[in-house]
């Protein structure tokens, strides 16, 4: 592996929050190294710190000690030379903005001129299947619709790195699994990198091609895991034997960690 | 009675309609619209209006199963073509009896049982609906102003006490001119000024408290001092600073407003989400531009709720502060004065006029409200 084609190196990662109890340590020793055109998934109990991770990766929290690049940047210039779209959680769509006007957001701010904007919006809208959607508000969709509109909103930016933290962890299991199909074959349509972090061993299986499994208390990398299943997938993979062999060592990663009785 | 209901399921034909079952509220207003007209008949109140008023009652009562709006309009009118004859009949103190008082609670409960009707019709068209939500309050503070004038004309209540509305109406009209001038001095120039000015220096002052901790720390608890100044102090004061004319009494205004739109705009700046300021950091976008597209937005509810607060507190601040010392000119003076020299009524058209210019500038606020805010929930549900 060349550096060009590294676009994640985090060595001897910690970061430690303090509160008034006493030290928390999120990150301790993380080493990782996520490389361009991966589909890299953290997975792990809550508290394990893969959202800070994400978050690092992002600027939005700061380690406190170790090193992290991504793109060969610090993570604050990868920040300010907007190289990643980030999708949370939630949609957080703005509700007086329209569908289109949402995904427009980044745009306006990167100062994007109009005829610009138009035919990203557009493009990025028919990606996620929403094409026609533009004019509603973000109140007037379902939330899987709502979901798929801010994955629209962060490849508008047209990022090479794609960062999800659980974006589809509030949707039920039908919708869920229709946006998980959707998502890999968005993948292998644009090559992207991507960083999703989930808490569900079928989905992180069903979608990476490297699982990282982490522990708790503190957050720490248990194991990485490279996937050997074939990088065309559909859902019935899930059925196959080779799937059931891969969930069962992440499960087995998991329980490691000491991690797997908390989870349930 | 269960034979016929058993006959319908054998023979399956289609089961006559429930028969409707009239409302305690739907009893009692007709009924006692029409018990009231009897009794008016018996207790020598003038015949012809105490058989309609019992007629149109009777024929509610049974028209109401079939159409509502019917009931409604023949109650409605029914109930106007009484008040007025009645106002027509109340200088005449041989016609004031008991009878007279009885066809008057009549005629009150037919407008109650049309109003009543009104409001229980339900419909999905949107146009009709409207018009209902203007006619309802429209035809309720109508009554209000009917019984205010039979009460006080009938009852021969005390111009001083209380006026009638014909005479307030009257004197209205009469002083069109003064009246203008007036409002023209408090509302056009010290409430819309001082509004502007209080409500616009609230909000920069806000944004500047955003900035900076310090100020944070040191205005803020200066500001809610100012709101606790009494007016009547500082109302004084002002005429002293800015002279007697208009300014003293935007200046009171300005205290007044100031307070209300910074504290609303403080915390609505800081109403959005921290998920939603993460996702601006993602986006690298700077501190105007975080404002603007998104904390701006986010607080004009807050804003909006102090904008309709201070609407009403610069009209009370404007009128009162034109007690202490003004040219002769403005609502508050105009109040204040003819107060002293027992001209009630031209008080309560200057009330009326008060009353009408605060109404419709609080309903402004609520309008454009309704437009820069239609994607809150509490809007658009």
Redesign the interface.
């Known amino acids: 592996m060349n550096d060009a084609s590294r676009v994640i190196e985090v060595n001897g990662l910690s970061l430690i929050f303090p509160t008034s109890d006493g030290d928390v340590h999120a990150l301790q020793d993380i080493d990782l190294t996520i490389n361009q055109g991966d589909f890299v998934s953290f997975i792990g109990p809550s508290g394990c710190g893969k959202t800070t991770l994400l978050r690092v990766i992002?600027?939005?929290e700061q380690a406190t000690s170790g090193s992290i690049e991504v793109n060969g940047m610090t993570p604050e210039e990868a920040?300010?030379?907007?190289a990643?779209?980030?999708v949370?959680?939630?949609a957080?769509l703005?509700?007086?903005r329209t569908i289109a006007s949402n995904v427009a957001?980044?745009l306006?701010?990167?100062g994007l001129k109009g005829d610009e904007i138009r035919s990203r919006v557009e493009h990025n809208l028919a990606l996620v299947d929403l094409a026609g959607f533009g004019r509603k508000?973000p109140?007037q969709l379902s939330g899987g619709m709502q979901q798929r509109a801010s994955i629209a909103r962060a490849l508008a930016?047209e990022p090479d790195l794609l960062l999800m933290d659980e974006p589809f962890g509030a949707l039920d299991e039908i919708v869920r699994d229709h946006l998980n199909e959707q998502l890999l074959k968005l993948w292998a349509k644009t090559n992207k990198t991507v960083v999703f972090v989930t808490h569900s061993i079928p989905e992180a299986v069903f979608l990476s091609n490297k699982i990282v499994v982490m522990s708790p208390r503190p957050g720490r990398i248990q194991e990485v895991i490279e996937s050997d299943l074939p990088a065309e997938r559909d859902l019935s993979i899930r059925e196959t034997q080779a799937f059931l062999h891969l969930a069962n060592r992440v499960r087995d990663g998991l329980r490691a960690g000491h991690s797997y009785d908390e989870v349930s | 009675m269960a034979e016929s209901v058993n006959l319908h399921v054998i023979t399956g034909e289609p089961q006559a309609a429930r028969p409707y079952r009239f409302r305690a509220m739907e009893r009692f207003l007709f009924g006692g619209a029409g018990m009231l007209a009897l009794l008016g008949l018996l207790l020598q109140a003038p015949w012809q209006i105490s058989l309609a008023t019992l007629a149109v009652a009777l024929i509610a009562f049974l028209q109401l199963k079939r159409s509502r709006l019917l009931a409604a309009i023949a109650t409605g009118a029914m109930a106007l073509v009484a008040a007025n004859s009645l106002i027509d009949l109340v200088d005449q103190p041989e016609a004031i009896n008991a009878g007279f008082w009885c066809l008057v609670a009549a005629a009150w409960l037919l407008a109650w049982g049309c109003v009543d009707q009104l409001s229980a019709i339900k419909t999905l068209s949107r146009s009709y609906r409207t018009v209902l939500n203007v006619l309802i309050p429209v035809l309720f503070g109508l009554w209000l102003l009917i019984l205010w004038e039979l009460l006080t004309r009938g009852l021969n209540v005390p111009q001083v006490l209380l006026p009638a509305p014909s005479q307030i109406g009257q004197r209205f009209m009469e002083s069109r001119a003064i009246l203008w001038m007036d409002f023209k001095q408090t509302f056009l120039r010290a409430v819309l000024i001082g509004y502007a000015i209080g409500c616009g220096a609230g909000f920069i002052v806000a944004i500047l408290i955003d900035r900076s901790p310090f100020l944070q720390r040191g205005l803020l608890p200066i500001g809610n001092l100012v709101s606790a100044l009494p007016i009547v102090g500082v109302a004084p004061i002002m005429v002293m600073w800015f002279g007697f004319d208009w300014p003293s009494k935007a200046a009171v205004v300005i205290i007044m407003t100031f307070f209300p739109m910074l504290v609303n705009t403080v915390s609505g700046l800081s109403a959005a989400q921290p998920m939603q300021h993460d996702l601006m950091k993602t986006y690298a976008a700077s501190y105007w531009q975080s404002l603007f597209k998104l904390r701006i937005p986010e607080a004009l509810p807050f804003i909006f709720n102090a904008l309709k607060i201070n609407s009403t507190l610069a009209m009370i601040g404007a009128i009162v502060a034109e007690f202490f010392g003004t040219p002769t000119l403005g609502m508050g003076f105009r109040i204040s004065t003819e107060v002293g020299r027992m001209n009630v009524d031209m008080v309560w058209a200057e009330i009326a006029v008060a009353a009408l210019a605060g109404s419709l500038f609080y309903g402004l606020v609520a309008l454009l409200e309704r437009i820069f805010t239609f994607w809150h929930p509490s809007v658009r549900s």
């Not at chain 1, 920040?79 to 907007?82: C, G, I, V, Y």
């Open positions: 992002a600027d939005l920040r300010l030379a907007r990643y779209g980030y949370f959680q939630a957080s703005y509700p007086w957001l980044p306006e701010i990167m508000y109140w930016v």
